[in-house]
């Protein structure tokens, strides 16, 4: 876990809803491109859930405000990487 994320999780724990999450977006966005990584738009899975995947390498993460850590996700430990495509190898003789 970053730096900012722990600063986040003191910072948002009280409160709850959207607008306590906006914020909390915002950082994960920014987190996350810092690993290369590009976000899709949050989808709101209910009051207090909010979950987003990477465009590119498809991994996930969630904002969960009553969990006891609000972030969790690959995206913020991981750096981006595109799924490597298998190569056809060709034999000829
Ligand atoms: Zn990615």
Same mark, same amino acid.
């Given at each position: 876990m970053s730096i900012v994320v722990k600063h986040i999780f003191k910072r948002y724990t009280n409160g709850m809803g959207i607008f306590e999450a906006l914020p909390l977006m915002a950082e994960v966005k920014k987190s996350a491109h810092n690993k290369n990584h590009s976000l899709e738009n949050f989808t709101v899975e209910s009051q207090v859930k909010f979950s987003s995947k990477c465009k590119i390498c498809k991994k996930t993460v969630t904002i969960d %405000?009553?969990?006891? %850590?609000p972030v969790s996700g690959e995206v913020l430990i991981a750096t981006c990487e595109k799924p490597e495509r298998k190569k056809k190898i060709q034999i000829s003789s």
């Open positions: %405000l009553e969990a006891k %850590l």
